[in-house]
């Protein structure tokens, strides 16, 4: 277990459709990255926060937005949903500041558009 | 990040060492090499990781050659549990919450036999 929870664990909508995945990282980690993992495109960053402030983006779609909130938890938002968005999705989180750091996954949340 | 090589597959048969081999012919002098694995459908676990010297910690030895062109993960004692895909990736050590995303590539698929 590493400390890195995310909910739901699978969830099944259709396409168009809007949905929230939440991340709630280990106890006193300040960074928050969110990973998708499709069978085509294996792992891929998405999007990092830093105690609550966004800090980087990788290959974010536009229809997908992110925060952090003050309890450091984060939410990713996925909206206007596509076949294509079906995959894990991954919330990892790292204690900060540190000169090498380790980031610790959550068990991910697979969704299924249909 | 500089780019990682490593085998598709590798078969271990349970109790013996497992030698994953990474190359990161174009690793900087400030990169650090990590190591995570997967287990199917789990979030990445991270295994080791080390600048030029070799480390040992609970689950896993890292080698790394004298001119850190490339590197082996050493899983002493393999059992049925280690079957995962390996990745093996480098980056660049940073602090402060800067962008600390993690670029992974493929990745070893390691099958412990019994």
């Known amino acids: 277990d590493s400390g890195v929870t995310q909910t739901p664990k699978h969830l099944i909508t259709a396409t168009g459709q809007r949905v929230t995945l939440r991340c709630s990282p280990r106890?006193?980690?300040?960074?928050v990255y969110w990973y998708q993992q499709s069978l085509d495109q294996g792992l891929q960053f998405l999007i990092q926060y830093y105690n609550g402030e966004e800090r980087a983006k990788g290959n974010i779609l536009e229809r997908f937005s992110a925060q952090q909130f003050p309890d450091l938890h984060s939410e990713l938002n996925l909206s206007s949903l596509e076949l294509g968005d079906s995959a894990l999705y991954f919330c990892?989180?790292?204690?900060?500041?540190?000169?090498?750091?380790?980031?610790?996954f959550g068990p991910g949340t697979r969704l299924l558009v249909l | 990040d500089a780019k990682t090589t490593q085998p598709t597959s590798m078969d271990c048969a349970e109790g013996r060492a497992a030698n994953l081999p990474c190359n990161h012919s174009?690793?900087?002098?400030?990169?650090?090499v990590y190591w995570y694995r997967q287990i199917h459908s789990q979030g990445p676990q991270y295994i080791i990781h080390g600048l030029k010297n070799n480390e040992t910690n609970e689950m896993a030895s890292l080698i790394i050659t004298e001119d850190r062109k490339s590197s082996t993960l050493i899983l002493p004692h393999a059992t049925l549990r280690d079957t995962a895909v390996y990745y093996c990736i480098v980056r660049v050590a940073t602090s402060g919450g800067s962008n600390y995303k993690l670029t992974f590539g493929k990745g070893t698929l390691l099958t412990v036999n019994p």
């Open positions: 174009t690793i900087s002098g400030n990169e650090y």
């Open positions: 990892a989180s790292s204690a900060v500041p540190a000169l090498v750091e380790t980031q610790y």
């Open positions: 106890s006193g980690d300040l960074s």
